[in-house]
């Protein structure tokens, strides 16, 4: 349990004096909390011993309630640099992740990988944050509570404190048991999770081509059945942890029961004074009511901890090496790309293999071939989406590993096989890229692309859209558009 406390402050980097100072004040919380118990031992003896009066009274009645103004006040504090010190850690979690995720190859994303990284985004962290962070000074007040109370027995009686002590290393036995099956239990339900994060993910990208096909009811059925094991895995997780909850309560009544046997066993045996036997029944029933709220948290602790394995191994994948110092000469009177034999694969499966050829300056190269032949991974080698296994890809005769990644890109265009219009005109979507661009250099640009012409269509109420000659394009229609009627919106 405190190892998985350890595991949450290592992430939580410059904001762990935070989290730390938040356990000061759960530490004093828990104190507080218990005082009132010390208190109603001093009154009640002094009672058995006939030395109580009204101004003793008064005085703890004043004291009970500044510790519970303190309590309110300690628990406030804690909760305020616990919390908010959960949702800056995970805040600057998604900023690195998202910095990460920039520099990993391309072949990451297409490794099914998308339904991974959004649950770690929004299930694994949330989760965390949530009921984690939020919890991690309770969970410390627990411990703190729990250690007051054998201190407690200890100064009655040192038998008692034994026998506490002896019944709390049987709780920590059961709950050794209970961690381990919970842990790998946390496991199968945060995979599902991801699971059906992938299978939600890929019904919404495909669903055109699920109703071109009319597959809506395979598919649907496929996306149904995630749903029904993420829902049979969840309480699979209830169900498998609610034995070992059962046996710790168990093991708490039979605690109670051996501490209460004990001291009346003393106290017959005048080993025990009749008040300290009072002292021992004022708390004794809540000797491990801390313990018993620390593992009924015990689920979250374990699943967090399967979600920290799921967030670390997405940062722990190698990105791409953006070391390079070279540079890729202006202008070269030699060739312009050149592969040489490049090798290729991805994962285990080759896809190109001892591949060679050139490419000159002001020169057009078609690569044809079977579909899965490999001709996009040739175009994305070149921009460096995946790092080549063996060989070179050169441009201008100088190896693109070599040279700094936004370099190398102030030199490619391309044109990718799924192509997104956002629903703007023709002429704000090229200029996009550029948005300080001139009209003639966008009308340039177009050119340079080889775009003749276009089919632009409006959505229904869209604004009408006007063209260089005067020509208008009302929502729901759809015309061709020749480049010198780029269209802009009417002002």
Same mark, same amino acid.
């Given at each position: 349990?405190?190892?998985?406390?350890?595991?949450?402050?290592?992430?939580?980097?410059?904001?762990?004096?935070?989290?730390?100072?938040?356990? +000061?004040?759960?530490?004093?919380?828990?104190?507080?909390?218990?005082?009132?118990?010390?208190?109603?031992?001093?009154?009640?003896?002094?009672? @058995?011993?006939?030395?109580?009066?009204?101004?003793?009274?008064?005085?703890?009645?004043?004291?009970?309630?500044?510790?519970?103004?303190?309590?309110?006040?300690?628990?406030?504090?804690? %909760?305020?640099?616990? !919390?908010?010190?959960?949702?800056?850690?995970?805040?600057?979690?998604?900023?690195?992740?998202?910095?990460?995720?920039?520099?990993?190859?391309?072949?990451?994303?297409?490794?099914?990988?998308?339904?991974?990284?959004?649950?770690?985004?929004?299930?694994?962290?949330?989760?965390?944050?949530?009921? /984690?962070?939020?919890?991690?000074?309770?969970?410390?007040?627990?411990?703190?509570?729990?250690?007051?109370?054998?201190?407690?027995?200890?100064?009655?009686?040192?038998?008692?404190?034994?026998?506490? /002590?002896?019944?709390?290393?049987?709780?920590?036995?059961?709950?050794?048991?209970?961690?381990?099956?919970?842990?790998?239990?946390?496991?199968?339900?945060?995979?599902?999770?991801?699971?059906?994060?992938?299978?939600? @993910? %890929?019904?919404?990208?495909?669903?055109?081509?699920?109703?071109?096909?009319?597959?809506?009811?395979?598919?649907?059925?496929?996306?149904?059945?995630?749903?029904?094991?993420?829902?049979?895995?969840?309480?699979?997780?209830?169900?498998?942890?609610?034995?070992?909850? *059962? *046996?710790?309560?168990?093991?708490?009544?039979?605690?109670?029961?051996?501490?209460?046997?004990?001291?009346?066993?003393?106290?017959?045996?005048?080993?025990?004074?009749?008040?300290?036997? =009072?002292?021992?029944?004022?708390? =004794?029933?809540?000797?491990?009511?801390?313990?018993?709220?620390?593992?009924?948290?015990? !689920?979250?602790?374990?699943?967090?901890?399967?979600?920290?394995?799921?967030?670390?191994?997405?940062? &722990?994948?190698?990105?791409?090496?953006?070391?390079?110092?070279?540079?890729?000469?202006?202008?070269?009177?030699?060739?312009?790309?050149?592969?040489?034999?490049?090798?290729?694969?991805?994962?285990?499966?080759?896809?190109?293999?001892?591949?060679?050829? /050139?490419?000159?300056?002001?020169?057009?190269?078609?690569?044809?071939?079977?579909?899965?032949?490999?001709? !996009?991974?040739?175009?994305?080698?070149?921009?460096?989406?995946?790092?080549?296994?063996?060989?070179?890809?050169?441009?201008?005769?100088?190896?693109? *590993?070599?040279?700094?990644?936004?370099?190398?890109?102030?030199?490619?265009?391309?044109?990718?096989?799924?192509?997104?219009?956002?629903?703007?005109?023709?002429?704000?979507?090229?200029?996009?890229?550029?948005?300080?661009? !001139? *009209?003639?250099?966008?009308?340039? &640009?177009?050119?340079?692309?080889?775009?003749?012409?276009?089919?632009?269509?409006?959505? %229904?109420?869209? %604004?009408? +859209?006007?063209?260089?000659?005067?020509?208008?394009?009302?929502?729901?229609?759809?015309?061709?558009?020749?480049?010198?009627?780029?269209?802009?919106?009417? =002002?």
């Amino acid at each position: 349990m405190i190892a998985l406390m350890k595991r949450i402050l290592n992430v939580a980097g410059g904001y762990k004096r935070r989290i730390q100072l938040a356990f +000061v004040f759960s530490f004093l919380k828990s104190f507080l909390a218990k005082a009132p118990i010390g208190m109603a031992f001093l009154v009640l003896t002094a009672f @058995l011993d006939g030395s109580a009066d009204g101004r003793l009274c008064l005085t703890m009645g004043a004291a009970m309630a500044i510790c519970l103004v303190l309590q309110v006040l300690s628990q406030h504090a804690a %909760d305020r640099l616990q !919390s908010a010190a959960g949702f800056m850690v995970f805040a600057e979690k998604r900023m690195e992740l998202g910095a990460h995720l920039r520099k990993l190859p391309m072949g990451y994303f297409t490794e099914r990988n998308i339904g991974k990284i959004s649950s770690v985004l929004s299930t694994d962290m949330v989760f965390i944050e949530e009921n /984690c962070m939020t919890a991690l000074a309770d969970m410390m007040s627990y411990i703190f509570a729990e250690a007051i109370m054998l201190a407690f027995l200890f100064v009655i009686h040192p038998w008692l404190g034994l026998a506490g /002590c002896a019944l709390m290393l049987l709780v920590l036995a059961v709950a050794k048991g209970m961690r381990r099956e919970g842990l790998e239990d946390s496991d199968i339900r945060q995979a599902q999770s991801e699971n059906l994060t992938e299978a939600v @993910l %890929d019904f919404a990208e495909g669903i055109g081509i699920i109703k071109t096909y009319n597959l809506l009811g395979e598919k649907s059925a496929e996306l149904t059945e995630n749903f029904r094991e993420s829902r049979k895995t969840s309480i699979d997780f209830e169900e498998n942890h609610a034995p070992w909850q *059962r *046996r710790l309560n168990l093991v708490y009544g039979l605690g109670v029961a051996v501490v209460v046997a004990l001291a009346l066993f003393l106290c017959s045996n005048g080993l025990l004074d009749s008040s300290l036997t =009072v002292g021992v029944m004022l708390f =004794v029933f809540d000797l491990f009511g801390p313990m018993k709220a620390l593992y009924g948290q015990s !689920s979250r602790l374990t699943v967090m901890n399967s979600c920290m394995d799921r967030i670390e191994e997405v940062f &722990a994948k190698v990105e791409l090496s953006d070391k390079g110092t070279a540079h890729i000469p202006a202008r070269s009177d030699g060739l312009e790309v050149e592969f040489r034999n490049v090798n290729f694969a991805y994962g285990e499966k080759e896809t190109l293999h001892d591949i060679s050829f /050139c490419l000159e300056k002001n020169q057009m190269a078609a690569l044809v071939g079977p579909s899965g032949g490999g001709k !996009s991974t040739i175009a994305s080698l070149l921009a460096r989406f995946w790092d080549v296994k063996s060989g070179q890809v050169l441009v201008r005769g100088v190896d693109i *590993r070599t040279v700094p990644l936004s370099e190398l890109m102030d030199h490619i265009s391309m044109v990718f096989q799924r192509v997104y219009l956002f629903q703007d005109t023709i002429y704000n979507n090229i200029s996009m890229g550029r948005p300080d661009a !001139s *009209r003639e250099e966008v009308i340039e &640009a177009a050119r340079k692309a080889r775009c003749h012409n276009f089919i632009m269509s409006l959505p %229904d109420g869209y %604004d009408t +859209v006007v063209g260089e000659g005067g020509e208008s394009l009302s929502g729901g229609e759809k015309q061709r558009i020749s480049i010198s009627q780029l269209c802009y919106p009417a =002002v």
